[in-house]
């Protein structure tokens, strides 16, 4: 399920990225060469698609660690208190995400009541331009959900990317095992 969910996610950042990539081009080719051809609504639907694709990544960036947090501290805690504060990391992040994804839909609901259009030819809904926050959201809620099971479980170490495109290393390995004969209290 995961990797599906990942691979959907690529497809549609990556088309996104594409048709956002495609509209900035034909929009200033014809600004500039060809002004009969030029559309009012290329800089409109490149947001989109740009704000589209923006959102869908937040759910890979929980998976990959690439959210803002403190990657120091955890380093430096390690064992039992970095998988502590990566729980608590979560759990903030899930429920940001979910308390924000909720008003999300508020506003995607007050949009569709009020028949709300851009200003463009295209009269594009504008409910479905705030729909991406909502469910970007919810992907990183899932996300979220997803890394503090395995890190409750002790399944998933804490992990933070050390530089931009650098693997992704793990933080604290866990605690040692208790020494034979050793009680626990």
């Given at each position: 399920m995961e990797r599906r969910l990942r691979l959907a996610e690529d497809?549609?950042?990556?088309?996104?990225?594409l048709a956002a990539l495609g509209i900035a081009l034909?929009?200033?080719l014809?600004?500039?060469?060809?002004?009969?051809?030029?559309?009012?609504?290329?800089?409109?639907?490149?947001?989109?698609?740009?704000?589209?694709?923006?959102?869908?990544?937040?759910?890979?960036?929980?998976?990959t660690g690439g959210h803002v947090r403190s990657d120091w501290l955890l380093r430096v805690l390690g064992g039992r208190a970095a998988r502590a504060l990566e729980a608590l990391?979560?759990?903030?992040?899930?429920?940001?995400?979910i308390a924000f994804c909720?008003?999300?839909?508020?506003?995607?609901?007050?949009?569709?009541q009020l028949n709300e259009r851009s200003?463009?030819?295209?009269?594009?809904?504008?409910?479905?331009?705030?729909?991406?926050?909502?469910?970007?959201?919810?992907l990183m809620a899932a996300r979220y959900a997803t890394h503090l099971r395995g890190v409750l479980r002790g399944q998933?170490?804490?992990t933070a990317p050390l530089?931009?495109?650098?693997?992704?290393?793990?933080?604290?390995?866990?605690?040692?095992p208790a020494p034979p004969g050793a009680e626990s209290r």
């Open positions: 497809w549609a950042i990556g088309v996104l990225a034909y929009g200033t014809t600004r500039y060469m060809l002004p009969h051809f030029a559309a009012d609504w290329s800089e409109e639907a490149f947001v989109y698609a740009v704000i589209w694709a923006i959102w869908l990544s937040g759910g890979r960036l929980v998976v990391h979560s759990t903030l992040g899930f429920a940001f995400c909720f008003f999300g839909f508020d506003v995607v609901r007050l949009a569709l200003d463009s030819t295209l009269h594009f809904p504008m409910a479905l331009y705030y729909l991406a926050m909502p469910v970007g959201l919810l998933t170490l804490p530089a931009p495109g650098a693997p992704v290393e793990p933080i604290a390995p866990p605690d040692p």
